[in-house]
């Protein structure tokens, strides 16, 4: 499509808005001002940069085999390069504590610093993003077991509270360095495949192992911190010590922030509808953004009925200056640009149709009582055309439109992503 007609047909979706009372150009100056934390682990199949590299584990699991996975650090890079280049606005990157540059020495997971973390803030200030961070509690021969700040052994516990430690003053260097907040947040895969006996010991462990890691007090302004519960993960079916009833009530407790990640209940559970519920306690929320698909949880997210509901409960509910939004999905089986901007433009449309929402107008239906009238119009706003409004979004942001942004993807395969051969490590 031509500008000229985006913006023709911008100006006519205008006023289809504005007959319900919505301001379109309001809408859009709020979107744009809606950072997405990009998860990185998307370019290279959560993969990380270690030089032992042991494998995934800790009960996720990427499929696929498609070529063209990052490397190295100068790699995943330029695809990130790629991928903030197809996106409007200005957005945030996420790291796992593996993707550090260690050179050729061995530098185990209780030994990183923010020394590691250089190339990254260089990065991320030359794009004017902030940065996000995880400690890594799997993949690696001490969690080999399924167990890391939970194992019955405290020398092995001590080890990953150092390994926490150590990512929460990388997060706060991260803050400080890129003068715009860091959530770190940590996640373990602990858990039993089969029915355990003892419940309580593990989550005990656990307490005890957050406290000590989480004793040092660092100033919110830089670093914040988040904990993610999960309901079941492959080979820990049965029980997952930090399951969202611990979280929820550890979160409560220490004020810190709770993650929610869409793909960790229950599959017939959203997340949307805890959002309003959990903010009453805790003070601020980070989101997983993913996608469930029957027993795995990080399917490249699309915008559909949940991510729409998400969207419109931060958006109705005003939660977005306490909401953290990051995305958590990966999959080998497409090109994994695509699969980072596809997921990451469907958050950024689910957004935009949430402050295209003429929600006044629904709340006062709500509150006289008309029910019918409530529905009738939510069922109408389907109808609304939001795409002509995301297109002219997206030019005026100086990127593809429509469907557009696969050429660019396309072309940077052939050029580059096709000449990485498969499985060849490069020097990091
Ligand atoms: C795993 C959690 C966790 C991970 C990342 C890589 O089930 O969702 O957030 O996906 O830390
Ligand atoms: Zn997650």
Redesign the pocket.
């Known amino acids: 499509m031509s500008t000229k007609s985006v913006t023709q047909q911008y100006s006519s979706a205008r006023d289809r808005y504005a007959e319900l009372g919505v301001d379109t150009d309001v809408a859009l100056e709020a979107l744009s001002r809606i950072p997405i934390s990009l998860?990185c682990?998307q370019g290279d199949d959560?993969a990380g940069f270690e030089r032992s590299a042991e494998g995934l584990s800790?009960?996720?699991a990427v499929t696929g085999n498609y070529p063209g996975a990052a490397r190295g650090p100068e790699e995943l890079r330029a695809d990130l390069d790629q991928v903030v280049g197809l996106l409007p606005g200005r957005h945030r990157l996420n790291l796992?504590a593996f993707y550090g540059e260690f050179g050729e020495r061995k530098v185990d997971r209780d030994a990183i610093g923010p020394e590691h973390f250089a190339g990254w803030i260089e990065w991320a200030k030359g794009h004017g993003m902030g940065l996000d961070f995880?400690p890594?509690f799997?993949s690696h021969p001490l969690s080999a077991d399924g167990f890391t700040l939970t194992h019955a052994d405290p020398a092995v516990r001590a080890f990953w509270v150092e390994h926490g430690k150590r990512c929460r003053e990388i997060g706060a260097k991260m803050g400080e360095a890129l003068g715009s907040t860091t959530v770190t947040?940590v996640?373990i895969?602990d858990g039993y495949k089969d029915l355990p006996v003892d419940r309580k010991g593990p989550r005990e462990r656990l307490l005890e192992s957050l406290d000590a890691m989480f004793a040092k007090v660092i100033d919110p302004a830089v670093h914040l911190d988040a904990v993610?519960s999960?309901l079941f993960?492959i080979g820990s079916e049965s029980y997952v010590a930090g399951s969202h009833e611990f979280y929820m009530g550890y979160a409560v407790s220490r004020q810190k922030v709770l993650?929610l990640?869409a793909?960790?209940f229950h599959p017939t559970e959203g997340i949307s509808d805890k959002i309003s519920s959990v903010l009453q306690f805790v003070p601020r929320l980070l989101l997983?953004v993913?996608r469930g698909v029957r027993w795995d949880?990080?399917h490249v997210v699309l915008l559909g009925d949940d991510l729409l509901a998400t969207a419109q409960e931060l958006v109705r509910g005003d939660f977005l200056g306490r909401a953290h939004i990051g995305l958590?999905f990966?999959d080998a089986s497409i090109n994994r640009i695509a699969a980072w901007v596809i997921g990451t433009r469907a958050m950024i449309k689910a957004l935009l149709v949430a402050l295209l929402e003429p929600t006044e107008k629904l709340r006062e239906m709500e509150a006289a009582g008309d029910y019918t009238g409530r529905l009738a119009l939510l069922e109408e706003l389907k109808m609304m055309p939001f795409g002509a409004v995301w297109d002219y979004h997206c030019e005026r942001s100086e990127v593809p439109s429509g469907m557009r942004w696969l050429d660019e993807v396309r072309r940077y395969e052939r050029e580059v992503l096709s000449q990485r051969a498969a499985g060849a490590a490069v020097a990091v």
């Open positions: 998860h682990w959560v800790g009960g996720i796992h995880n890594t799997f947040n996640w895969p993610e999960k993960g993650c990640d793909g960790h997983h993913s949880s990080d958590d990966f």
